[in-house]
């Protein structure tokens, strides 16, 4: 599987879009995208998987150009609740069981 | 409804005892992982069962664990001769089948002293 780079903090302010992009550059062509969020002391949560273009929920948006070597996590809006680490990570498709495998994440910090 | 679930949340054991840890996955989720995370890193990947058989134990440090899942329900994480290295959250997830969301426990802080 393609490896993931993430830069591994940043900062923000309540009320600000936050964006945090991820590097890919070996992704295949039946590659997947996902991103998980995980706060102290819990498991990962399931954010968000996109293929190419846009994607959006009711937590988040993401980017992916249509080379897909990079994506882009797009959080509107943080509160004080989004002080999480958010993992970047690329699962084969069509596979059934998913190893998921899992960088150093970017450790978002959210100020008042 | 019920998320997953793992017992004890802590456990701290001394060097060379023996130790279990449960998870309890989402009922009717037939494909459950385990995952280990140290500080700072994020979770490496155990081994994963499909049912009651472990279709992947190739994450599994050595021969000192040892996973099981009679029923095809609960699962349990068997670490003999354990070593202060072996500290850790050891976390479980489950989905519904090979694919998909995997949704995680709350994890087991193991502390090895």
């Known amino acids: 599987l393609a490896k993931t780079t993430q830069p591994i903090s940043m900062d923000s302010y309540e009320g600000q879009e936050v964006n945090i992009t991820c590097s890919h550059n070996?992704?295949?062509?039946?590659?997947?995208i996902t991103w998980y969020q995980q706060f102290p002391s819990q498991g990962p949560r399931f954010i968000i998987q996109?293929?190419?273009t846009k994607v959006t929920n009711e937590v988040a948006s993401l980017f992916i150009p249509a080379d897909r070597k990079s994506s882009t996590l797009s959080l509107p809006r943080v509160s004080l609740s989004d002080t999480a680490v958010y993992y970047c990570?690329?699962?084969?498709?069509?596979?059934?069981?998913?190893?998921?495998?899992f960088g150093t994440g970017t450790r978002l910090l959210v100020s008042p | 409804g019920a998320g997953v679930s793992q017992t004890p949340s802590n456990k701290v054991t001394e060097k060379g005892k023996y130790v279990e840890l449960r998870c309890d996955p989402i009922?009717?989720?037939?494909?459950l992982y385990w995952y280990r995370q140290s500080l700072g890193q994020g979770p490496e990947f155990l081994i994963y069962f499909q049912g009651t058989g472990a279709a992947d134990d190739s994450g599994l440090p050595n021969d000192r664990f040892f996973a099981v899942r009679p029923e095809g329900s609960v699962s349990t994480l068997k670490i003999q001769r354990t070593e202060r290295g072996d500290s850790a959250m050891y976390l479980c997830?489950?989905?519904?089948?090979?694919?998909?969301?995997?949704?995680f426990g709350p994890g087991t802080r193991l502390t090895v002293t």
């Open positions: 009922s009717g989720h037939t494909a």
């Open positions: 997830a489950s989905s519904p089948g090979t694919g998909g969301e995997q949704y």
């Open positions: 070996n992704i295949a062509t039946n590659d997947y």
């Open positions: 990570l690329v699962e084969r498709g069509n596979t059934g069981f998913q190893k998921l495998v």
């Open positions: 996109g293929y190419k």
